[in-house]
């Protein structure tokens, strides 16, 4: 850890704070927009069919003061995690980047496919899981890419949890064919307190560089998982910076204190694997996982119950100055 950190963090929030309180209300609340994207059944789906939009995603666009009168800008789209984005973490994370000059889009795969709040939190994830969020990364990459505002060169991905499963997962070459349909590639991937579960036949990336951060109290990651998944991105040509920050667990960013969840299931132990043909099976059970419903009856055979999650300060200071490093290297 940086000695300076603690200070920092202290400057960071009363910047973010004060840059914020300046922002004009849209630019708080983000713009509703939307876009053509593919609601697709499990990775069954997202690899068959001819890649026609069928459905469309809403987002909220955050832009910089300025935005379109000016040189273009950079962008990162931002996925939710399982709990949906009704926490506002992408909304907090979408005032900062455009607090600093950073455009965003927050991009809501529940809300988008008829599963919100209200709904059961695994019946949500029978109808919305990770490949429909890869579907909606993807579409909005070509949607950011049509505006006069944003450098269609300098845009990249990040997510948290579950959305930083489709964050690194978007990464792999295999997948991104099948969810793009398109030679347009992220120019950055940043995985927020990722689980590191999914892993591939084929381990060539697009060549993006990816960012992994991680927090050394959360239960839920599994190290030798993750430390497989950076080797393996490594090997397909994707340059990865792993960041592990001290006394975080999962969910730093959110608004709630640190607590324990004893009966909380996560998905660590469960190993998925993409074939090369586009098929999904886990490891663990040899149980295929081809829809939406299969992934989530199948995670329930490899489970672990039982970690924490919460906010910490230091963490979320930390993790957003790894972030806007990671976009001036990469994006600017």
């Known amino acids: 850890m940086r000695p300076w950190l ?5 400057l960071t929030i009363a910047a973010l704070a004060a840059a914020v309180a300046f922002l004009p209300a849209c630019a708080q609340d983000g713009a509703p927009v939307s876009f053509p994207t593919r609601d697709v059944d499990g990775l069954s789906g997202l690899f068959g069919g001819d890649g026609a939009a069928n459905a469309e995603t809403s987002a909220r666009l ?4 300025g935005f379109g009168a000016g040189a273009p800008v950079p962008a990162m789209v931002i996925l939710h995690g399982s709990g949906g984005e009704w926490s506002g973490r992408g909304q907090r994370h979408g005032q900062f980047l455009a607090a600093h000059g950073i455009a965003a889009l927050v991009v809501d795969t529940f809300e988008s496919r008829g599963q919100g709040r209200d709904v059961p939190y695994l ?19 070509a949607y950011l890419r049509t505006l006069p505002g944003i450098d269609p060169e300098r845009i990249g991905v990040m997510g948290y949890s579950m959305g930083g499963v489709s964050t690194y997962a ?4 295999q997948i991104a064919e099948a969810a793009g349909r398109a030679p347009e590639r992220f120019g950055l991937h940043v995985a927020f307190y990722a689980p590191c579960f999914l892993e591939t036949a084929l381990p060539r990336t697009t060549g993006a560089p990816v ?6 109290a959360d239960e839920s990651i599994h190290h030798d998982q993750c430390a497989r998944l950076v080797a393996s991105l490594q090997a397909g040509g994707s340059p990865v910076a792993v960041h592990w920050l001290a006394g975080a667990a999962h969910g730093w960013n959110r608004t709630g ?5 004893p009966s909380l299931p996560h998905g660590s132990p469960c190993r998925f694997r993409v074939g090369g043909d586009g098929t999904l099976v886990e490891a663990l059970t040899g149980r295929p996982a081809a829809t939406d419903s299969q992934l989530i009856e199948v ?14 300060e230091q963490a979320d200071a930390e993790a957003n100055q790894i972030l806007l490093d990671a976009i001036a290297e990469y994006l600017q």
């Open 6 to 10: 603690p200070l920092a963090a202290l």
């Open 62 to 65: 955050f832009t910089p003061e």
């Open 123 to 141: 019946d949500r994830l029978r109808v919305a899981n990770v490949p429909d969020q890869i579907s909606d990364a993807y579409a909005a990459l």
């Open 170 to 173: 978007a990464a792999f070459e």
């Open 211 to 216: 960012v992994a951060i991680w927090g050394d």
């Open 257 to 261: 204190d640190m607590r324990f969840f």
């Open 299 to 312: 995670m329930a055979q490899c489970t672990a119950t039982g970690y924490t999650i919460g906010r910490h």
